[in-house]
DNA sequence: TGTACATCAGTGAACGCGCGTTCACTGATGTAC
DNA sequence: TGTACATCAGTGAACGCGCGTTCACTGATGTAC
C-alpha cells in the first residue's frame, strides 16, 4: 500500500466536515441577524455540542471570522470567473450574476461591499482579491471594446490631455469602475431596503442602468 | 408677572440640556464604533453620572436609537432644505451638500442609507421622510429641464409608450433616483474604505458621475 | 493478532466581562399657602 | 418671609443574561511494535 494513495486520513475528512458545518451555521447566524449575531456559543448549540469544542476548529471568534470574510471574497471572484469561463464574458452577464450572488445572501455581499465591520480587521489579502474582481470587470469592457462597442460609459468624451485617463468617460477603467459604482449603488438600496414603498422596481432600475452601461 | 414670558423653567432648559449632551455621547460612539457601541453605562460614566441615571432621560437604549435615527433622517432632510433655501437649488449644489454631510459622519450616512441595523425596528416616519428627501432630488431636476436642460440621464431616449415612465432616461422620475443610487454607490464605497489602494480618487469620480447627471 | 502508547475530539466547570434594566432610596429643587 | 409638601434628578445595589475564552480532564480513535 503505498501513501500516496490516501492523502486525507478519515480523521482529516471528519474534521474538514465539521468545519465545514460551523461554518454553514455560522452564515445562516450572520444571513439571520449581521455580523453581530455570530456567536461561537449558540452555533455550539446548535451542532449539539458545548462552546468549548469549537475552540478544536477554531482558534478564536476572530479567526472564524476572517475565514468567513475570505470565503465570501473567494466566492464572489469565483462566480465572476465562472461567467467568464462560461464563454459570456460580457458585461450583462457580469451584472446579471453580480445580483444573482447579492441576493442569494445580502449579508454575505455586504461583508465584501458594505460598511467595515467595527473592531474587525479585514485580513490583508483583502485588496488583492478585490483587485482581482474589478480587473475582471475591466477585462469585460475591453472585451466590449474589441467586440466594437467602445463609446463613454455616457456624457461626451473627454478632450485629450485634459484631467487623469482613469476619468475619461471612454476609458475601459472608467467604465469598469462606473459599472462597479453605479451596480453597487442599486444593489446595496435595494438590499437595504430603501426602495420598500417608494414605486421602485430595484430589478428593472437595475437592467436601466446596465443598458446604460453595456451599450452594443 | 404673565405666565407667557416663560413658557420653559430651568428644569425643562436643564432637562433639554441633558438630554441634548447624551445624544451628543451617543454619536460619538456611534462615529468611532459604529450602532453596536452604543452602550447606555458607558454614555452615563463619560458624563459622570450612574447609567440607572440616564433612565430619566430616555426610557430604553431603543428610545435613544429612534431618537438618534430621526435626527439623522431630519439633519439630512434640513441639509437639503438649506440647500434649496439658499437659492442654489441646482443639482450639482445638492450632491456636493450630500458629500459634505455624508463626510462629515459617516456613520450617520449608514444610518440612514447603509444596511438595516439588525434587530432594531425604524420608525414609522421614515418613508416618508426618504420620499420628502428624494423630492427634492426630484424638484431640482425639474428645475433643470425648466432651465433648458432635459436632456436624458445618458443613453437613448426611450421610445414612447414603451416600458414604465420612470424608467424612461429623460423623465424627472428616473433622473433623481439615478442621482440617488449613482452618488450613493461613489459614498457608500468611499465611506466604507473600498477605493483605498484601488488608486481611485473618491472626489473626483464623484464629481466625474456628478457631470455626467448634471450637465448644463 | 494483541498490547502499549500517543493523539486528539469533546466535556463541564469556571472566569471575568459588559450589557440593559429595575427598584428602593436620598437629597435637592420648586411650589403653595 | 417662612413653613409644609410635592416633584424629580440621581444613586447604589442587584438581577439575569450571554458572551469569548481557559483549563484540567475523559474517552475514543489511530499508530507502532
Chains 1, 2 share one sequence.
Not at 445572501?105 to 482579491?129: I, K
Request: with cysteine; hydrophobic share 40%.
Amino acid at each position: 500500500m503505498t501513501e500516496t494513495a490516501a492523502t486525507t486520513t478519515p480523521r482529516e475528512r471528519y474534521r474538514r466536515q465539521v468545519r465545514a458545518e460551523i461554518k454553514e451555521r455560522a452564515w445562516e447566524q450572520i444571513a439571520s441577524a449581521g455580523t453581530t449575531a455570530l456567536s461561537l456559543n449558540k452555533i455550539a448549540k446548535i451542532m449539539g455540542l458545548s462552546g468549548a469544542g469549537l475552540y478544536r476548529y477554531f482558534t478564536s471568534r476572530d479567526a472564524l471570522l476572517t475565514e468567513l470574510v475570505r470565503d465570501a471574497y473567494q466566492s464572489l471572484a469565483d462566480t465572476f470567473r465562472a461567467v467568464a469561463d462560461g464563454g459570456e464574458s460580457d458585461l450583462r452577464s457580469m451584472a446579471r450574476a453580480l445580483r444573482a450572488w447579492a441576493l442569494a445572501d445580502p449579508q454575505r455581499y455586504f461583508l465584501v461591499y458594505g460598511p467595515p465591520v467595527p473592531g474587525y480587521r479585514s485580513p490583508a489579502d483583502r485588496t488583492s482579491t478585490m483587485s482581482d474582481i474589478l480587473s475582471q470587470i475591466r477585462g469585460a469592457c475591453d472585451a466590449a471594446a474589441r467586440k466594437g462597442y467602445s463609446g463613454p460609459v455616457c456624457g461626451p468624451a473627454a478632450e485629450p490631455g485634459e484631467g487623469r485617463e482613469d476619468l475619461d468617460p471612454g476609458s475601459a477603467q472608467r467604465r469598469a469602475v462606473a459599472f462597479w459604482t453605479r451596480l453597487h449603488g442599486v444593489l446595496s438600496l435595494e438590499l437595504s431596503g430603501h426602495f420598500a414603498g417608494m414605486d421602485i422596481d430595484p430589478a428593472l432600475l437595475y437592467e436601466a442602468e446596465l443598458d446604460l452601461l453595456a451599450i452594443g
